[in-house]
């Protein structure tokens, strides 16, 4: 079955430091999200991308995150200049563009910045 | 503005005994409500969705939920729980049942069973 992954499953970054983690939506999907959970909160939306661009974001989503997608297959989530709150999992999702949009999501990336 | 409740962050049953995990959402307009589940080293995994066609929702794994909007609630469950059932169970709520469209999550209920 079709999954999204995610790479690194961990990385610790020092502060200021700059980070990208990755994701490789499902083949077919052509809308790609980006939400986080700090430890102990709530899964916290950041971003949709659609068509190359923003769809919707969060307030959470500052000008120190970006997104992308390089090439054909991966979408990366971009933090300039991380800070100790930005200390989170950090979960990749994809959906079809049709219908209701069900989103599939990754395994999670678990960002500690020191 | 939408937001999601779950009462209980962990809830504990045994083996075969029913489960019930509690979602309280707010909307100001008809939401579109989920459960996904979590298994440890994996990704959030879709259960079910209400998407307004029918109250009572059937998911997989034997679980279903029911949509009550004089409660405002979307209460997940299953009849008898099984070793395999403990994992971590997200609520969501969106505004649309449309691609693109942010989840509004709760804080999650971790679910143990006993044998």
């Known amino acids: 079955e079709p999954e999204v992954t995610q790479t690194p499953s961990h990385q610790v970054t020092q502060m200021g430091q700059e980070v990208i983690l990755r994701c490789v939506p499902i083949?077919?999907?052509?809308?790609f999200y980006w939400y986080r959970q700090i430890l102990g909160q709530k899964v916290e939306f950041l971003v949709s991308f659609y068509n190359n661009e923003i769809s919707e974001k969060s307030e959470i989503f500052d000008d120190q995150f970006s997104v992308e997608r390089p090439d054909g297959s991966n979408f990366t989530l971009k933090i300039r200049s991380t800070k100790l709150e930005d200390s989170a999992m950090y979960f990749c999702?994809?959906?079809?563009?049709?219908?209701?949009?069900?989103?599939?999501f990754g395994p999670g990336t678990r960002l500690l910045v020191l | 503005a939408q937001s999601v409740t779950q009462l209980g962050s962990h809830v504990s049953v045994s083996e075969g005994a029913l489960v019930l995990l509690r979602c309280n959402y707010s909307?100001?307009?008809?939401?579109?409500l989920f459960w996904y589940v979590q298994y440890p080293n994996q990704g959030l995994q879709l259960l079910l969705k209400y998407t307004s066609a029918a109250t009572l929702v059937k998911g997989i794994n034997g679980f279903e939920a029911e949509f009550k909007k004089s409660e405002t609630s979307f209460h997940l469950t299953k009849p008898s729980a099984h070793m395999s059932d403990a994992a971590e169970y997200f609520c969501?709520?969106?505004?649309?049942?449309?691609?693109?469209?942010?989840?509004?999550f709760g804080k999650g209920t971790t679910l143990s069973v006993s044998s």
């Open positions: 999702a994809s959906s079809e563009a049709r219908g209701g949009g069900t989103q599939y």
């Open positions: 083949s077919n999907h052509l809308y």
């Open positions: 909307s100001s307009v008809p939401p579109y």
């Open positions: 969501a709520v969106s505004e649309f049942n449309q691609a693109g469209t942010a989840l509004i």
